[in-house]
């Protein structure tokens, strides 16, 4: 089995920087895609970016200019790097994966999810 685990959320202030972390263990994957999702207090987990093993992204239109993801494909992980950060980015943050590669790009469903990491974003 596969298990992901996140860190590096936390509080940061209107227009900050965080990066987040998100690391495999366990089996090992290769030319998989990861991502990460977030859910806000009481609203559906929604999708944040994307990247395939070759380091193809697709962000969500809402992130898109201020988080990059990025992988280490050594190390099994992925980051998100979120700047410009705002109160509506406050959500658990989740890290996802693939078994294996993709069918289509971007990927619809994915094989792991790890435990949440929370963002908090103050004004």
Do not use: H
């Not at 090992?28 to 970016?49: I, Y």
């Not at 280490?72 to 406050?90: G, H, I």
Request: proline residues 3%; charged residues 20%; hydrophobic residues 30%.
């Amino acid at each position: 089995q596969v298990q992901l685990g996140e860190s590096g959320g936390g509080l940061a202030q209107a227009g900050e920087s965080l990066r987040l972390s998100c690391a495999a263990s366990g089996r090992t994957l290769s030319r998989n895609t990861m991502a990460w999702f977030r859910q806000a207090p009481g609203k559906e987990r929604e999708f944040v970016a994307t990247i395939s093993w070759s380091g193809s992204t697709s962000y969500a239109d809402s992130v898109k200019g201020r988080f990059t993801i990025s992988r280490d494909n050594a190390r099994s992980t992925v980051y998100l790097q979120m700047n410009s950060l705002k109160p509506e980015d406050t959500a658990v943050y989740y890290c996802a994966a693939t078994r294996y590669g993709y069918a289509r790009w971007p990927p619809v469903e994915y094989d792991y999810w790890g435990q949440g990491t929370q963002v908090t974003v103050s004004s």
